[in-house]
């Protein structure tokens, strides 16, 4: 019997692509002049383009690969499985790196960025999101998670010139270190009882181990491994890197880690928890309903002090991670595969209307360095698409008509905890969306305000109008209709409650 594995590369293209179309962005950047450096941007598209196309055949038709026979166990595991979650998760972190890659364009020119590292970076972090949505044991999971992260921190301190840049990078990546430590050490526990690595394994020896010596053991490291995981997605209180390091980053850069990176955390606690951990529901539902409360609300209240656009929707972010942890705070033993379809329309429906508000704020940020929520007064009156894209992102994150796309969204995560018994949670979260509801109308409002008088001129001062790029104009359109789609035609986020 040959050791050697059979290979479905139709099923691993995707990430294979991205990853040798980064591999390839960085050697054309050593070979070519600096004035044709800029093809590097195309490059990515490309690649990016090529790596969603190689996923449409494996619509409907389910592929596993890196697969190890039974041992003695009548279960197959594989290493790498392409579903319908796995091609949901991939196709948005596909999708929403071309946004941020148009996004990019602009930034890397104006701000004088290496643009071959830059997306050599960005390329090598979106692989490592494609090939997590798949990965079905903890091997693989922490090492897709970790080049995922490793390239972020290089991303976040790219503008040398900036000592913020620096500062967010470094902040970034000592906290992503220790939790990166504490999720192992976690996860070496749960091999240590179990003596299994794929998911499907582990949670079959969890139900053997019940009552049995090593319960200890596995409880702890079950809550280390959260722990680890809780950083990736911002979660309370493990959160304090996010303001500092998007505020510190690049704006495409702290969108792709507002949107794609958080998605590739939230896949990958979905998955440790719902395909591994599922017989321990009952303990981490609990300590997961906790976090979700504590970090909603965190969130809330600290983006109502928020004078800085950018800083503002790193502490709204941190509030939506508590509103997709709900569903999964709300789970018991028997109930994590009826939750789980909530925490994924969510992560769905708020990629789409965060990407469309940092779409609108990287273009202000072009032209308004400090990208205060001052510079957005009166917005609408001299551009009134862009100020129409902000305002409606902002009422779809606030859960308000006519951005329906965020109030069907907030209705299913809601829906959760009140079918599963957890009416405190359900509570929590009314109380956080309203919350909510004052620094969004607020900044949504001020786009179509009169700006005050200068005493110093004649007339009313009218605020700067900004002349749009193809790549900023295209960005904002995606992800503008994408939104007005879906808050008419909600069933393609729906369909996965």
Not at 299 to 308: E, I, S, T, Y
Not at 327 to 346: C, H, I, N, R
Not at 355 to 375: E, K, M, Y
Not at 422 to 445: D, E, R, T
């Amino acid at each position: 019997m040959s050791r050697i594995q059979d290979i479905d590369y139709l099923a691993v293209a995707a990430p294979l692509v991205v990853a040798l179309t980064a591999l390839l962005v960085l050697v054309l950047d050593a070979l070519l002049p600096a004035a044709r450096r800029a093809v590097s941007g195309w490059l990515a598209l490309a690649g990016l383009a090529t790596a969603g196309a190689l996923l449409l055949p494996l619509v409907d038709d389910p592929r596993r690969t890196f697969c190890v026979g039974g041992r003695g166990l009548t279960l197959e595991a594989c290493s790498y499985v392409v579903d319908d979650l796995t091609l949901v998760f991939q196709g948005l972190v596909v999708v929403g790196a071309v946004v941020v890659v148009l996004l990019s364009l602009d930034t890397v020119r104006d701000d004088r960025l290496p643009s071959g590292e830059y997306f050599f970076l960005l390329l090598c972090s979106v692989s490592g999101a494609l090939a997590l949505a798949a990965s079905r044991d903890v091997l693989t999971l922490v090492v897709a998670l970790e080049v995922v992260s490793l390239p972020a921190f290089a991303l976040v301190a790219l503008r040398r010139d900036d000592p913020r840049s620096g500062e967010a990078g470094l902040k970034l990546f000592l906290v992503s270190v220790v939790s990166t430590a504490v999720m192992l050490f976690g996860l070496s526990l749960v091999y240590g009882v179990t003596g299994q690595v794929h998911l499907e394994r582990i949670a079959t020896a969890l139900d053997a181990t019940e009552g049995q010596r090593g319960e200890a053991a596995l409880l702890l490291g079950v809550t280390l491994a959260l722990a680890g995981f809780g950083f990736k997605v911002a979660a309370v209180p493990f959160h304090f890197w996010a303001p500092d390091a998007y505020q510190g980053a690049p704006v495409p850069v702290a969108a792709y880690l507002s949107v794609v990176s958080k998605a590739a955390g939230f896949v990958g606690l979905a998955l440790l928890l719902t395909k591994g951990f599922a017989p321990y529901a009952d303990v981490w539902g609990p300590a997961v309903a906790v976090v979700a409360a504590l970090t909603m609300t965190v969130g809330n209240l600290a983006a109502l002090r928020q004078r800085h656009a950018v800083r503002l929707l790193a502490w709204s972010s941190v509030a939506q991670s508590g509103y997709m942890l709900v569903p999964l705070g709300a789970a018991a033993v028997g109930e994590v595969d009826d939750v789980l379809p909530a925490t994924v329309a969510y992560v769905l429906a708020y990629s789409v209307m965060n990407l469309l508000a940092f779409s609108v704020v990287t273009l202000v940020g072009r032209h308004r360095g400090a990208n205060l929520l001052s510079d957005y007064r009166g917005l609408g009156r001299t551009e009134p698409l862009s100020a129409f894209a902000l305002a409606f992102a902002l009422a779809c994150l606030a859960g308000l008509p006519p951005g329906l796309l965020g109030l069907f969204a907030k209705v299913v995560v809601f829906q959760a905890p009140v079918d599963h018994s957890a009416g405190w949670l359900a509570v929590v979260m009314a109380v956080n969306v309203v919350i909510g509801l004052v620094y969004y109308l607020s900044w949504a409002a001020s786009l179509y305000v009169r700006s005050q008088p200068d005493p110093a001129a004649s007339g009313a001062e009218r605020p700067p109008s900004y002349r749009i790029s193809w790549s900023d104009g295209l960005a904002i359109g995606m992800t503008l209709g994408a939104a007005l789609l879906l808050s008419v035609l909600p069933d393609p986020i729906l369909r996965f409650r």
